[in-house]
């Protein structure tokens, strides 16, 4: 027995009737709706036109290849709400908007199959019975879905004002329509129940409407009638309204951001590739007129789309450590700067036939206020820790765009931090941020460990690339000779290169000096591929990203000094992975114990860009008596230390320091013991507590607490 057939009536007549009041399916008023959707339909994709032949004025990328990659991307960030569901608030509401918007969707698009297709052209009517008791109340509660993340909204925006919205009247008035849009339609709804006198089953299939109905059962049926056609064109009106204006400003996002998501960087989605930055062709060197970004039609068309897609909900602002410190940076002004940077000027280029005529408001500012969309001391201000692009649910791109704002200020003007230039002469003359001889750069090797240089004896398990810190910072010196040791213990045979180690040239290419990085990268290469290197070994998550990501990048375009393509042919390792497998696979037994309250600090780029979390906990875990604690940020949304992106050689003039704001969620943790597998990390959370006055709060590296637990 069917659900229909209960009510004592033909299944058949459990329907409603479509266009009711408005003169029925053959009434004249049907062509009105139609006149509206094309309308509507004529302006979004007018619109989506003008938007795409302004992305078009940006460099060329290719963003379409793996079209299946894109298709699951768009599943995941856009239909599985992946990134916004991160959120509980915020996420809920915004579930509840979009899944109730996707439902109501398809509610009414099986009107137009049955009316504008099945119906109109084989007289087959399906919408009645089961199937519209079943059609019905999906529609009904998913409109009330729908209005509850409504009313979540205006409370969240109006209420609760967290200030990383900066509300416009275009987000009250997209707030207003939608809203307009689901209280129209349960009106139009309740008041035909009432006027067609309560059909019985409408309590079942339209539970939220038939007691929204009751209050009109007073009106008499001319009202209702009359107060129903009105009702019935404004939410037509309002409902064509939405269609044409989601291409545009804050409803856009609806679109574009789909767009986007399709069009990411599919390298992010892998912890191999993960935020590598894009390197730039040596080639470009020997033609290329300018080099970074000044303009805005310097951008690629999908960064330029970048800005279009943005929601502005401030999810990156929220867990950038710049703007949580007081600095000028704040990634979403940034790229709706870039955006209206973007407007004004596309356009006029677009229309002129001298472009070089054309003169707005620079991208890039002086040091005067308002002199360009972005100023300076904001790309300078970035870590490059990519808890922007970790946040962002339509996985816009905002590192590599304040790295090509660098590059110009760096390579085009000479324009950069005093200390950052002594930085890049050092690297220049020494190989190493620092400026020491590079002929003493394995002179911090104890000679009783037995460790030899590659070229006295190449036959090793793994190459320790001992970077600039360990090689010259004492402090850093002794992670190295604990690493070391852990590896003697477990029987694994290391070498290193010393003198013939360059910097890994991290800073440098973040630091916008892309050649420098080219001259860097060759360098090592070259002495990679002159020993036979395969596997390598680091304790800086710079080093380890870099040898990893940007070097396998860089060999694909760059040439030797022999004019050679260059080869890479490495596995890179970071210490925390290879102290985790010895420690599992039982070469090293951890026996003494720490007794001491521990927490552990995710660094930007071993975290974020690599995806190692589970690795050094597991260690930390493993040593006896620890008692492990997280602070309240970790994981994916772990606060940058402040070292990064080149700030490490960048005295820090603004706001609050970076390295006190993280120690101070070290401290509120609850623990007596920071754990880093980073040096500059090591470094900043050490300066943090002396500059703080924390007493009873020490920073060692993940080696350290190995070596001093292990069986020697």
């Known amino acids: 027995m069917s659900i229909a057939s209960s009510f004592g009536i033909p299944t058949e007549e459990v329907t409603r009737e479509f266009y009711f009041n408005v003169g029925g399916p053959h009434g004249f008023m049907r062509w009105g709706v139609y006149i509206f959707m094309f309308a509507a339909v004529f302006y979004l994709i007018y619109t989506i036109i003008k938007k795409v032949l302004i992305w078009k004025q940006g460099k060329s990328q290719l963003r379409t290849d793996f079209p299946e990659k894109r ?64 059609w019905s109340i999906f529609g009904d509660v ?35 329509i939608i809203t307009l849009i689901i209280v129209t339609g349960f009106l139009n709804e309740s008041m035909r129940i009432a006027i067609t006198g309560f059909p019985v089953f409408e309590k079942l299939a339209s539970p939220f409407g038939y007691i929204f109905a009751i209050p009109f059962g007073v009106f008499t049926d001319k009202t209702l009638i009359t107060a129903h056609y009105i ?130 408001k620079p991208l890039i500012g002086d040091d005067t206020e308002g002199s360009g969309s972005v100023m300076p001391e904001e790309f300078w201000s970035c870590t490059n820790c990519a808890a922007c692009m970790e946040a962002c649910p339509v996985n816009i791109e905002h590192v590599p765009k304040m790295i ?104 440098a290419m973040r630091g916008g000096n892309e050649y420098l990085f080219h001259s860097l990268a060759t360098q090592n290469l070259e002495t990679f591929k002159s020993y036979g290197i395969k596997k390598i070994i680091t304790t800086c998550p710079h080093g380890y990203n870099m040898l990893k990501k940007e070097y396998a990048k860089f060999a694909k375009v760059g040439m030797g000094s022999d004019g050679n393509p260059l080869d890479y042919n490495i596995e890179v390792f970071h210490h925390t992975e290879v102290i985790d497998e010895l420690v599992k696979s039982g070469k090293i037994k951890l026996k003494d114990a720490l007794n001491e309250k521990i927490t552990y600090h995710d660094s930007c780029f071993l ?45 820090e003039h603004l706001g609050t320091r970076i390295n006190q704001f993280r120690t101070k969620d070290a401290h509120a943790s609850g623990a007596t013991k920071i754990c880093t597998a980073c040096p500059f990390c090591l470094t900043m959370l050490s300066d943090g507590a002396t500059e703080l006055d924390i007493e009873n709060l020490t920073t060692f590296d993940i080696a350290e607490y190995v070596y001093n637990s292990m069986e020697k």
Request: net charge negative; with cysteine; glycine share 6%.
């Open 231 to 360: 009702n019935w064109w404004v939410h037509m009106l309002a409902a064509f309204s939405f269609i044409g204006l989601i291409a545009t400003d804050k409803l856009g996002h609806i679109v574009i951001s789909f767009l986007n998501i399709y069009y990411m960087n599919l390298d992010n989605e892998c912890s191999e590739t993960k935020y590598a930055v894009p390197v730039i062709d040596p080639r470009e060197f020997e033609v290329a007129e300018s080099f970074g970004i000044s303009k805005v039609e310097e951008f690629t068309w999908k960064q330029l789309m970048d800005g279009d897609a943005c929601t502005r909900c401030g999810r990156c602002q929220d867990n950038c450590p710049a703007y949580l410190t007081e600095k000028p940076l704040s990634p979403k002004k940034m790229i709706n700067d870039v955006k209206d940077n973007m407007m004004e000027r596309i356009p006029q280029l677009m229309a002129a036939e001298d472009k070089a005529s054309v003169e707005t």
């Open 607 to 651: 975290g974020r860009y690599n995806e190692i979390y589970d690795q050094p906990r597991d260690v930390i875990k493993a040593i006896p008596g620890t008692d492990y604690v997280e602070m309240s940020r970790n994981h994916r949304t772990s606060f940058c230390c402040g070292a990064g992106g080149a700030r490490m050689f960048i005295e």
């Open 142 to 176: 998913f409109g009330i879905v729908v209005l509850i993340g409504l009313l979540m909204a205006f409370y969240r925006r109006y209420a609760l004002k967290p200030t990383r919205l900066d509300t416009k009247s275009i987000d009250t008035f997209a707030l207003v």
């Open 404 to 507: 090509d704002m660098r590059r110009y200020k760096v390579l085009m003007e000479g324009d950069m931090a005093p200390e950052l230039q002594t930085t890049f002469m050092n690297m220049e003359t020494n190989f190493n941020p620092y400026g020491f001889a590079f002929g003493e750069r394995g002179a911090w090797l104890p000679a009783d460990l037995g460790i030899k240089t590659i070229s006295e004896d190449p036959e090793v398990d793994y190459v320790y690339f001992v970077g600039c810190a360990a090689s010259y910072d004492k402090r850093s010196q002794k992670v190295a000779i604990a690493l070391l040791n852990i590896l003697k213990k477990a029987g694994v045979k290391v070498g290193i290169l010393g003198a013939e180690e360059a910097c890994c040239g991290d800073a």
């Open 71 to 134: 298709i699951i991307a768009v599943i995941k960030y856009a239909f599985l709400q992946a990134k916004v569901l991160r959120e509980k608030y915020a996420g809920l509401m915004h579930a509840a908007l979009f899944f109730g918007f996707v439902v109501l969707f398809i509610v009414t698009m099986i009107i137009v199959v049955q009316e504008d297709i099945t119906g109109l052209f084989f007289h087959y009517h399906f919408i009645h019975g089961d199937f519209y008791i079943i």
